[in-house]
C-alpha cells in the first residue's frame, strides 16, 4: 500500500498538516469521490426515472449501479437487496418502524451500542411496549455468547448488535451470534457502521436479515448510507417514507408498492450521495481490505503500546493482540475529555474525538466513565509519523496537566 | 448560539457549541469570531478578581475553575466550559462573557 499515494488523493492532507484521527466519526473524501458528485451536477443534473429523456434515463440507471456497487461490495445479490438510506441511523430506523411488531415482542440489544442502535428499540418499548433485553459485555467489549442463548425465549423477535464498538473498537462475533439467533427463528439487525469501512463483509456468509452502514465513515459522502435485507424479509418490511417514485399503482384507497429499492426510497434521491458512496467502494477495494487491516492493524498497536507507557493513562477495549479495529479511547486520569482533546488540537493540530460518543448506555455501565472518553480512531491515509506525533503531544500533554 | 460582545473597543461574535450532557450538567466549547490575542500569564490577577481560580497556566493554555466550572481558556479566546449546571447555554456564554470582560 502506497500511503504518499494515498495521501495525494486528499484535499485536506495535501493543503495542511492536520493530523486527522477521527475517522470513526467521519472519514476524509478522495477527489475521485468529490469528482464523481460534481460530474454529475455537472454533467447530467437530472431526477432519475421520472422523466423520458436522456439526462434522467442516464441518472437511473447510474443511481441503479450505485446500488449494485454497494450490494457487491458486503456480498448482497445485485437486484434490490439493498436500499440507499440517510446514514445507518435511519437504515437502522426503518427497520424499527418497519417492522409489524406483536403484542409481547422483545428485542435483545447489547449495553455498547451506538444510540443509533439502541434509542429506537427504546422508543419501541415506551410506544408499544415491546420489551428489551440488554446484554453487557465484560469491559473490553467481548460477549459471553450463551447469555444471548439463554435470554433468547419465544417472544423474541429481533437481535440487533454492532459489529464493531464505536467506543471499545471490539469486534463482536457476527457469524456465531447470526448462528444462535436463526436457530431459534429470531431476525438480526447489525450495525456495521464502525465494521464495514475496516473489514470485508458477507451478508450471506453472515446470515443476518439486516445490515445497516454509513458512507460518510468510509470515504463517502454524509447523507448517505445503507440497509442490506434479506429476500426473506423485504416483504415484511414497511418503508420509512411514503412519496413520489415509490408505487406501481395507487387509487383513492389503496397503494402497491414497488419491488426493489424503489419501494423503500420515496421522494427525489441524493443520486449524487449514491455515486460518491459507490466510488467510495471502488477506492476502498483498489485499495484492498488485507491492505488497510495489516496498515491500521500496525498503527492501533504502536498507539496503544505508546499510550501504555504513561501509568496515568487508561484505554479501553481488547488489549494488544486480539481482534479490534483502528478506534482507540482512552482517559487522562484527573483530566476531564474534552479538555485533553483540544489540547490535542491547540498543541499538535490533532483532530480527535472526546465525550460520550453517543453511548451513554456504555459509559454509564461499561466502563463506568459518566463524563466520557477521548477517542483517536485511524485509516487507511495515517501514518506511523502520525501517531508518533500524536503521542509525542500526549507526552507534552500528560507533563502539563500532571505536574 | 451566538453573541455579540465589545471586548477592547472591538464587536466580538462568540460562538457556542453544545459538546456533552449528563445529568443536571454539561459542556460547550466557545470560541470568537477572531483571534482575541490574550496574554495568558497576565492574567492571572484579573481573573482572580472575578473569582476564578487560575489552575494551572502557561503561554498556551489557562486551566480556570469559576463556581463549580472547569474551564479551559486558550490565547484565541477559544474555551472549553465543562460541568456548566444548569445544563443551559446561556449559562456558558454568560460565564465567558464574564470572563472576557475580566481580562485587560
Redesign the interface.
Known amino acids: 500500500m502506497n500511503i504518499e499515494k494515498i495521501r495525494s488523493d486528499f484535499k485536506i492532507l495535501r493543503d495542511s498538516d492536520v493530523v486527522y484521527l477521527d475517522n470513526a466519526a467521519t472519514s476524509l473524501t478522495p477527489d475521485s469521490v468529490l469528482l464523481s458528485m460534481n460530474r454529475f451536477y455537472e454533467e447530467i443534473n437530472a431526477n432519475p426515472g421520472r422523466s423520458v429523456h436522456t439526462l434522467a434515463s442516464t441518472a437511473r440507471i447510474l443511481y441503479d449501479d450505485a446500488h449494485r456497487s454497494v450490494a457487491s461490495f458486503i456480498g448482497a445479490d445485485k437486484d434490490g437487496e439493498v436500499i440507499f438510506t440517510k446514514n445507518a441511523t435511519e437504515a437502522i430506523n426503518l427497520v424499527a418502524s418497519g417492522i409489524r411488531w406483536r403484542d409481547g415482542d422483545r428485542i435483545i440489544t447489547t449495553a455498547i451500542e451506538h444510540h443509533s442502535n439502541f434509542l429506537p428499540w427504546l422508543r419501541l418499548k415506551q410506544r408499544y411496549g415491546v420489551k428489551i433485553d440488554i446484554i453487557c459485555p465484560d469491559t473490553s467489549g467481548q460477549f459471553n455468547l450463551s447469555e444471548f442463548k439463554e435470554i433468547i425465549n419465544d417472544k423474541t423477535r429481533l437481535l440487533a448488535f454492532s459489529h464493531a464498538s464505536n467506543v471499545l473498537g471490539s469486534i463482536t462475533p457476527a457469524k456465531k451470534l447470526v448462528s444462535i439467533a436463526r436457530d431459534r427463528k429470531v431476525l438480526t439487525l447489525i450495525d456495521g457502521a464502525q465494521f464495514v469501512p475496516h473489514r470485508a463483509v458477507d451478508v450471506k456468509e453472515l446470515g443476518c436479515d439486516f445490515y445497516a452502514f454509513s458512507a460518510h465513515k468510509m470515504l463517502g459522502p454524509m447523507g448517505m448510507g445503507a440497509l442490506y435485507v434479506s429476500p426473506n424479509e423485504k416483504d415484511n418490511l414497511s418503508p420509512l417514507i411514503l412519496g413520489g417514485g415509490e408505487v406501481k399503482d395507487a387509487g383513492l384507497d389503496f397503494f402497491e408498492l414497488l419491488p426493489s429499492w424503489e419501494g423503500f426510497e420515496g421522494g427525489t434521491q441524493n443520486v449524487p450521495g449514491g455515486l460518491g458512496f459507490a466510488s467510495a467502494i471502488e477506492y476502498i477495494e483498489k485499495t484492498g481490505f488485507d491492505e488497510i487491516v495489516k496498515h491500521e492493524e500496525k498503527l492501533t498497536k504502536l498507539l496503544i503500546q505508546g499510550l501504555c507507557r504513561f501509568d496515568k493513562i487508561e484505554t479501553y477495549g481488547p488489549g494488544l493482540g486480539e481482534d479490534r479495529t483502528g478506534i482507540v479511547s482512552f482517559n487522562i486520569h484527573g483530566v476531564n475529555p474534552h479538555r485533553v482533546s483540544s489540547l490535542y488540537n491547540e498543541w499538535g493540530n490533532i483532530l480527535i474525538r472526546s465525550g460520550h460518543m453517543c453511548a451513554y448506555p456504555l459509559m454509564k455501565n461499561i466502563i463506568k466513565r459518566p463524563r466520557g472518553v477521548v477517542r483517536a480512531s485511524t485509516y487507511l491515509y495515517n501514518t506511523e509519523d502520525e501517531v508518533n506525533r500524536f503521542l509525542e503531544v500526549t507526552e507534552k500533554i500528560m507533563k502539563f496537566t500532571l505536574k | 448560539m451566538r453573541e455579540t460582545f465589545n471586548y477592547r473597543d472591538k464587536s466580538i461574535t462568540l460562538y457556542c457549541i453544545n459538546?456533552?450532557s449528563?445529568g443536571d450538567s454539561g459542556?460547550y466549547?466557545l470560541f470568537p469570531d477572531e483571534d482575541m490575542g490574550i496574554l495568558l500569564i497576565d492574567q492571572v490577577k484579573n481573573l482572580d478578581d472575578i473569582g476564578c481560580s487560575v489552575v494551572?497556566v502557561?503561554e498556551?493554555?489557562g486551566?480556570l475553575h469559576l463556581r463549580g466550572m472547569?474551564i479551559?481558556l486558550?490565547p484565541s479566546g477559544?474555551m472549553?466550559i465543562?460541568n456548566v449546571k444548569p445544563d443551559d447555554r446561556l449559562v456558558a456564554i454568560e460565564t465567558a462573557r464574564n470572563i472576557f470582560q475580566a481580562l485587560r
Open positions: 459538546l456533552c449528563y459542556d466549547e494551572d502557561n498556551s493554555v486551566f472547569e479551559t486558550y477559544r472549553i465543562e
